[in-house]
């Protein structure tokens, strides 16, 4: 079974901080996502990776960035955490084989205060 | 722009009766794959079922399918025998070429004993 894991299902940081949220998946999935979700919003695309040191923006990248060192792993920077960027965040990726699923980490639950 | 639209932010069924959730989406393209994402509230997000545009067989999983008219932009989901597990939120999700997915809003299941 494909694995995603985040480093963090709880996380509460100050506004302020740098705040980085890790995701690996275990499957040798090329393209990998984060998304943000609030309520009545749904997901939202923050960044994606096709592929080791690559990456797009999303919807709203605005206040993030990325970083795709390894093919497993990608992770999210919040260079200056605000409380705007309160929300649960999913990580995902899919690979370029197969049915086009893509596969989710059970989120990280961010509070900034 | 792509969009996704869940009309109906909660729904609630009776243990072993059927329940409709409805997704209308908009696209350009012709060829593009559609989802329904299951989301407990332990938060994994697992998928429930897929269908590819081309196919004009609705996709069946299950207690689990789907009604896809291609030319009205529509993507509903039928839950038949509901079960007290089939509680959560559900997304529809629209995967563009890029295989970015655009979610709906969300619809929120409740299942009654």
């Known amino acids: 079974d494909v694995k995603v894991t985040q480093s963090s299902r709880y996380l509460v940081k100050r506004t302020g901080e740098k705040v980085f949220l890790e995701c690996v998946q275990d499957?040798?999935?090329?393209?990998m996502f984060w998304y943000r979700q609030d309520p009545g919003l749904g997901l939202r695309l923050i960044y994606f990776?096709?592929?080791?040191?690559?990456?797009e923006k999303g919807d709203i990248p605005e206040g993030y960035s990325v970083s795709r060192e390894k093919k497993e792993r990608f992770s999210l920077i919040l260079e200056s955490a605000s409380t705007n960027q309160t929300s649960m965040y999913l990580c995902?990726?899919?690979?370029?084989?197969?049915?086009?699923?893509?596969?989710f980490g059970p989120g990280t639950r961010l509070t900034v205060l | 722009a792509q969009t996704v639209t869940q009309s109906q932010p909660e729904m609630s069924v009776q243990e072993a009766e059927t329940v409709t959730l409805s997704c209308t989406y908009d696209?350009?393209?012709?060829?593009?794959?559609l989802f329904w994402y299951k989301q407990p509230p332990s938060r994994q997000m697992i998928l429930v079922i897929r269908?590819?545009?081309?196919?004009?067989q609705n996709a069946t999983e299950n207690r689990f399918s789907v009604n896809f008219q291609k030319a009205a932009k529509s993507f509903s989901l039928k839950i038949s025998d509901s079960q007290l597990g089939d509680a959560a939120m559900y997304f529809c999700a629209h995967r563009e070429y890029t295989d970015k997915l655009i979610f709906g809003t969300g619809t929120r299941l409740q299942v009654f004993p």
């Open positions: 990776s096709y592929d080791v040191k690559m990456k």
């Open positions: 269908q590819e545009a081309y196919k004009q």
């Open positions: 696209t350009s393209e012709s060829d593009y794959y």
């Open positions: 995902a990726s899919v690979g370029l084989a197969g049915f086009n699923e893509q596969f």
């Open positions: 499957m040798d999935h090329e393209n």
